[in-house]
């Protein structure tokens, strides 16, 4: 079986990190394979949406998987390497790989280390009433590497991330809500069709919006206020010259749903 299924129902993508065995831990098949996922989405002009989630009922992902990566880039002299700094973050997404099309994250378990920095490099986040999150890599002497330190004190209060960051201990889904960490907590059973129905909801939407909105939001985070201004400004203009700009407002006249092309 592969390491990473890639399934697509209308315009929303299912991409499901399929080792169950191994609580879903990425190893460097996985990691290619993720990396090969994400970039069809990326480049797939029919794909609107997609979906992240792990096999069976037990993991999201456990993060890298210790056994068959960390050997290979810990415990040697070279320390920093600012050549693998530059390359795709672990599962493709965390680092390197700009995609602004939205994207879920279904966390159906232990959403752990860089299973916890996947689901951060989402957009959205639903999760089970069993799972859990943390980022545990300094309990073995590392640190998180692939946008832990950087993505959750952006999505939940400084203190509680650094209390997740430097004791290692996971936290519930309740918590995790009442965080803002995740979006909605749904019984297992639910999971699927609750992340299915939210990018139902996003494909009603105009998608070059969404795009642009994201673009704004995750670079103005990084920018003075004026600066991120300017950005909006800029981003708002140029949707004003597609198709589906003119499509919406004409839409609403008519009192009909607008079809959007994505043009």
């Known amino acids: 079986m592969p390491s990473v299924l890639y399934e697509q129902e209308d315009r929303i993508v299912t991409i499901t990190i399929n080792r169950?065995?191994?609580?879903?831990?990425?190893?460097?098949?996985?990691?290619?394979?993720?990396?090969?996922?994400?970039?069809?989405?990326?480049?797939?002009?029919?794909a609107w949406v997609a979906i992240?989630?792990?096999?069976?009922?037990?993991?999201?992902?456990?993060?890298?998987?210790?056994?068959?990566?960390i050997p290979s880039s810990y415990?040697?002299?070279?320390?920093?390497?600012?050549?693998?700094?530059?390359?795709?973050?672990?599962?493709?997404?965390?680092?390197?790989?700009?995609?602004?099309k939205p994207m879920i994250a279904a966390v159906n378990g232990f959403c752990l280390a860089g299973g916890l920095e996947q689901a951060l490099a989402c957009d959205l986040r639903i999760a089970a009433t069993h799972a859990r999150?943390?980022?545990?890599?300094?309990?073995?002497?590392?640190?998180?590497?692939?946008?832990g330190t950087?993505?959750?004190?952006?999505?939940?209060?400084?203190?509680?991330?650094?209390?997740?960051?430097?004791?290692?201990?996971?936290?519930?889904?309740?918590?995790?809500l009442r965080l803002g960490l995740v979006n909605k907590v749904v019984p297992l059973a639910e999971l699927m069709p609750a992340a299915r129905a939210l990018a139902g909801t996003l494909c009603e939407r105009g998608p070059l919006a969404l795009r642009a909105a994201k673009e704004a939001v995750i670079r103005g985070l990084s920018l003075p206020l004026?600066?991120?201004?300017?950005?909006?400004a800029f981003l708002a203009g140029t949707l004003k010259a597609t198709e589906d700009a003119a499509e919406g407002p004409r839409a609403f006249a008519e009192k009909r749903k607008p079809r959007f092309q994505a043009r």
Request: charged letters at 25%; glycine letters at 14%; a negative charge.
């Open 52 to 69: 992240l989630t792990g096999a069976g009922d037990k993991a999201f992902s456990a993060g890298a998987d210790l056994k068959k990566m």
């Open 75 to 100: 415990g040697g002299r070279r320390g920093y390497d600012p050549v693998s700094h530059d390359t795709l973050g672990l599962g493709g997404i965390t680092r390197g790989l700009e995609i602004w």
């Open 226 to 232: 004026a600066d991120g201004l300017r950005l909006e």
């Open 20 to 46: 169950p065995e191994a609580m879903n831990a990425i190893d460097p098949e996985t990691q290619d394979a993720l990396v090969a996922a994400w970039t069809r989405f990326r480049d797939d002009d029919g």
């Open 150 to 176: 950087q993505r959750l004190p952006r999505a939940i209060p400084l203190g509680r991330a650094l209390e997740m960051i430097l004791t290692a201990e996971p936290i519930d889904a309740g918590e995790a």
């Open 133 to 147: 999150f943390g980022l545990t890599e300094v309990r073995w002497a590392i640190m998180p590497g692939a946008g």
